[in-house]
């Protein structure tokens, strides 16, 4: 996966091929989004040994790329609702 400008790049979580889509069906995009909230509160936190803060940044990856995948797939749906634009770079686009 290539990084925008300006922005670094995604690693792959711990365990999933370059390619392959992260289990958005698993779980709906709230339910992974505040547990990504919890996991990023846990580690900002501190006090936990190294592996537990291993274990919940690889758990934080993977909850980021089911996220990342709701987010895209409503992307998605809604370019494909929206007339298209004449000129790939116009400013009415709404995202």
């Known amino acids: 996966m290539s990084a925008q400008p300006g922005q670094p790049e995604?690693?792959?979580p711990a365990g999933r091929q370059p390619g392959e889509a992260a289990p958005a069906a698993e779980m709906p995009y709230e339910q992974a989004r505040d547990?990504?909230?919890e996991v990023v509160r846990?580690?900002?936190?501190g006090g936990l040994?190294?592996?537990e803060?291993?274990?919940l940044?690889?758990?934080?990856?993977?909850l980021a790329a089911i996220c990342l995948q709701w987010l895209e797939g409503?992307?998605?749906r809604l370019a494909a609702a929206?007339?298209?634009?004449?000129?790939?770079?116009?400013?009415?686009?709404?995202f």
């Open 74 to 76: 409503a992307r998605a």
């Open 10 to 12: 995604r690693k792959q």
């Open 53 to 55: 803060s291993l274990q």
């Open 42 to 45: 846990r580690l900002e936190g």
């Open 57 to 62: 940044w690889e758990r934080g990856e993977h």
């Open 49 to 51: 040994t190294l592996e």
């Open 82 to 94: 929206l007339p298209a634009q004449d000129e790939p770079g116009d400013s009415a686009a709404p």
């Open 35 to 37: 547990e990504l909230i």
